[in-house]
């Protein structure tokens, strides 16, 4: 039994997330407030008490580790030689969009998506095509949004020369969205016909819910294989994203001799001295933790789910299996995410992240980050619910 209701402070640790003023409680950017598995801190600890930190070079068990992971938790078979180490999944974003395409080509992304894909895309020279996913009522609960892919506008972006890349997030953020075989099958067809790369960020896919199983993009089809660079980490799973530890996985040689290059051109091909005991540990000894969190955070977005229908009866909300985070529809309570977000905060003195930012579909959400000891989410959802309930 792990422990993931005690309360951390996390103030005065220079965390992104909790910089903020001593009243307000952040519920934003991904992370959580778990400490990181026991089997991850004692292995860290004996790096850390042998206490020389020089250049750190991969070792196979790092290779080991990463394809027996994705072998027996996500029935996939890695080739060694397709995993290349990246400092992060935005470093490698960026890289590949700077190297793969030329200056005013077009990326295409599903909408609402993660706002630093915007980043990568125009700071690197490229424009963005937001495809805005289509919301569903979910037949399973009417209060929920299931997204799906705008297949006509989808294929009419990737017919366009100017698009050669896609940047894809599977699962989803914002939306949690477990993309199924069809769906992913279809995008690497088209990425083909058309001659579109796929950046395919799975930094999430380890945060499905108990019971869903992802299934990688590049292991829908042969087709969705060849034309993918996938980007994988035990970052956000395991909630060491401080420790800058990834991987990209390129099957097609070609392709992946010019994401080495761009890596390396960009000097983020190199791990840091934590990086790699850190990614081994969580891949080979992380698994009882990792079940545990799921189950925990699972729960948290019920308790979170069932408290917002309860009091705001205007509320939707995404279905996604996947994420801890919750899509929130507001629009009912405002049309504008950045007025509510700054009267959530103001009035509740709750700071959730803005909707706008993750493209034009987000006007009126709020996304909520639910990964805390359940006490806090409950003070958090009772300030949101204090502040829109009328
Ligand atoms: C979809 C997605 N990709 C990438 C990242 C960040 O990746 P990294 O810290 O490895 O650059 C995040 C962090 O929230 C994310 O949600």
Not at 48 to 76: I, M, P, Q
Not at 322 to 329: E, I, K, R, S, V
């Amino acid at each position: 039994m792990y422990d993931f209701d005690t309360v951390i402070d996390r103030r005065g640790t220079d965390s992104l997330k909790w910089n903020m003023e001593p009243d307000v409680l952040p519920m934003w950017v991904a992370d959580m407030d778990f400490p990181t598995a026991p089997e991850i801190r004692e292995a860290l600890a004996g790096r850390v008490s042998h206490g020389v930190f020089g250049y750190t070079e991969l070792s196979g068990e790092w290779y080991d580790a990463y394809t027996g992971w994705w072998k027996k938790r996500h029935g996939f078979e890695i080739e060694k030689d397709w995993l290349i180490f990246s400092t992060g999944v935005i470093p490698t974003l960026s890289s590949c969009v700077r190297r793969l395409t030329a200056p005013n080509e077009n990326v295409v992304i599903l909408t609402p998506v993660y706002n630093i894909f915007f980043n990568s895309i125009l700071n690197n020279g490229a424009r963005v095509l937001q495809c805005p996913l289509i919301a569903n009522p979910d037949s399973i609960d009417e209060k929920c949004d299931r997204y799906v892919i705008n297949w006509d506008l989808l294929e009419q972006y990737m017919k366009d020369p100017q698009t050669t890349l896609m940047i894809f997030c599977n699962p989803h953020n914002p939306t949690g969205t477990v993309w199924d075989r069809d769906t992913l099958s279809r995008i690497g067809e088209l990425a083909k016909e058309n001659h579109v790369t796929v950046i395919s960020d799975e930094i999430h896919c380890d945060l499905t819910d108990p019971g869903t199983e992802y299934i990688p993009f590049a292991a829908a089809s042969p087709v969705c294989r060849d034309v993918s660079i996938t980007c994988i980490a035990p970052t956000k799973a395991f909630n060491i994203a401080g420790l800058l530890t990834s991987a990209a996985v390129v099957p097609d040689p070609d392709l992946r001799h010019k994401v080495w290059r761009a890596l390396n051109t960009d000097e983020c091909g190199e791990p840091g001295a934590f990086a790699v005991t850190a990614a081994v540990t969580a891949f080979t000894k992380g698994g009882p933790w990792l079940d545990e969190l799921r189950q925990y955070l699972s729960g948290n977005k019920s308790f979170a789910r069932s408290c917002l229908y309860k009091a705001l009866p205007e509320i939707r909300i995404a279905s996604g299996e996947a994420t801890y985070l919750l899509w929130l529809d507001l629009r009912a309570y405002g049309k504008d995410s950045e007025e509510l977000q700054e009267k959530i905060l103001k009035e509740g003195k709750l700071y959730l992240s803005s909707g706008e930012i993750y493209g034009d579909a987000g006007e009126g959400f709020l996304r909520l980050n639910a990964a805390c000891p359940r006490s806090v989410l409950e003070e958090g959802l009772k300030r949101l619910t204090g502040v829109l309930a009328v």
